[in-house]
């Protein structure tokens, strides 16, 4: 549970003034950027970060004996490091830059599923899962004969755990959760399904996406072995993101993508791996973003990330109080002390695409659809929902704004 | 072919003239809906999948339809479950009901949302799909030169 509401203690307006993209107008309103679960805006700390590497050190990493070259394998490693700290991690050798959450759940699904999984075991998931950490997992099972199972939700939005000790059982080879739900907002008890799952010798994927850039997280108070997460949704570059692996189960895994890098020898019809973690960084890396994430861990680092889940808190339940002027509005997930920074919503008779087009033209940015997630729709009985995802950089009177212009759209639409 | 009740029309003048009154881009959202409340609802038994436009992401159906008085002009029925883009669909049918086959075919719809500020609308990018109707309504204006 999260502490009762209080004072924020974000200094909004400095940070927003980091922030270029947010003194923009839209449609001759003020931005009110609420997209968050989807993508987040980069302080000018992070953009100077990536000009920097290409104007005064970039070069391929890892090869090459000229200056150039270590001041840049110097940086890259040491944003792996800084990410390690971020997260908890015992080594450097379990921090793999990957492109995405996406791209590590696909990793672990083939490189650690091809080999573990065979007809008849279970991987189980939720029915709250990102596509990105189910279908990964469908794929798995069509491959080698494997089943999926799901722990459904209560009516409330939260996981029934009641029904875990039925899914899990010997059969069960690996759980893959959400840390977040990206619609529901719903923080769920990853520690504990995590021991229950190692209880019957299954392992644990973790989707973190929402959850990183949200709170502190500690990987060995989870115990998770895998943990996923994007540098794009913590204020950091696009096209990257980090796969934690315990380094026992990285170790024993064989590789996913061959190519450059990822060897020690080869020869014309075979080769050796390297080790962690250039086993699972084939091909050359997406240099300056991974040395610019570390600007953005320092970034956070230094608002700090309980103040950041205070604040986002605050805004959560702000929104939710003032959401119940909204005629015929349900709001999906549980109540706010047992989420996350994001509300999602939908109004009766009202189209999300409708909701979200007048929203725009208020300056106001939201996400509608199905964000990723049909079989939680089907499972709330509605084909899409409208969603404001919150982060740092927003405000109360940006809540209220968003409220003002929701009203609006309810009128025209009604 | 549906006979279906037949739908107001409008001009290109008279939407250029209520855009350019309505500068706020909400009011012009807001004009946008109200004109999909102009055309009549289609019936349920419409809404099948051999008149559902694709590459829409809302769903949005478009029904040729029998014009009793003058066979060589179109008319066409349509829906969405979207409002906003029920409004789009509309200002589509509004402006070419009643037309030949040639004229719904040389229309300059492009020319005209750029006016309006609309072409926004009209990138394939746009996930209303609008250049889907418009192809659409063309397909089907072309299918009677072709009978």
Known sequence: MLKPSSEST?????????????????????????????????????????SDVYEQCYSNVHRGGHLLSSRSTDAYEASREAIRAFIQAKSTNEIIFTPGTTFGINLVARSWGDACLKAGDEILVTEMEHHSNLIPWQQLAQRTGAVIKAIPITDEGQLDLSALPGLLTEKTKIVAMTAVSNVLGTINPVAKIVKQAHAVGAVVLVDAAQSVPHEATNVQTWDADFVAFSAHKMLGPSGLGILYG???????????????????????????????????EAGTPPIAQAIALK?????????????????????????????????GLRILGPAPELKAGLVSFDIKGM?????????????????????????????????????????????????????EALKKATMLLG | MTHVTKPPTITADELIEEFDFLDDPTDRLKYVIELGR???????????????????????????????????????????????????????????SNK????????????????LGLQQALTPSRSNGFYSMVRRIHDLAQATLEQ
């Open chain 1, 295 to 327: 600007a953005a861990i320092d970034y956070l680092t230094d608002v700090g990330m309980e103040n950041i889940l205070q604040h986002e808190q605050n805004l959560t339940q702000h929104a939710h109080q003032r959401l119940t002027e909204i005629e």
């Open chain 2, 38 to 96: 102009e055309i009549p609802a289609l019936d349920d038994k419409y809404k099948i999948e051999q008149f559902r436009v694709q590459g829409c992401q809302s769903q949005v159906w478009v029904v040729p339809q029998i014009n009793e008085e003058d066979p060589t002009r179109l008319q066409f029925a349509a829906d969405s479950d979207a409002q906003i883009v029920k409004g789009m669909i509309s200002m589509l049918v509004m402006l070419l």
């Open chain 1, 10 to 50: 974000l200094n909004t307006e400095q940070i927003r003034a980091d922030f270029p993209i947010l003194q923009q107008q839209v449609h001759g309103k003020p931005l009110v950027y609420l997209d968050n679960g989807a993508s987040t805006q980069r302080p000018i700390q992070v953009i100077q970060a990536i």
């Open chain 1, 351 to 403: 189209n999300p695409r409708d909701i979200a087009g007048i929203l725009d033209t208020q300056g106001v940015a939201v996400r509608e659809g199905h964000h990723c997630a049909i079989p939680l729709h089907q499972r709330l009985g509605i084909s899409s929902s409208t969603r404001a995802s919150f982060y740092l950089y927003n405000t109360l009177e940006e809540v209220d704004q968003f409220i």
């Open chain 2, 100 to 115: 030949t086959a040639k004229e719904i075919l040389v229309y300059d719809i492009k020319g005209l949302f750029e006016k």
């Open chain 1, 246 to 280: 315990k380094e026992s189960l990285l170790d024993a895994m064989p590789p996913f993508l061959g190519g450059g890098s990822m060897i020690n020898t080869v020869t014309i019809d075979s080769f050796t791996p390297a080790m962690l973690p250039a086993k699972f």
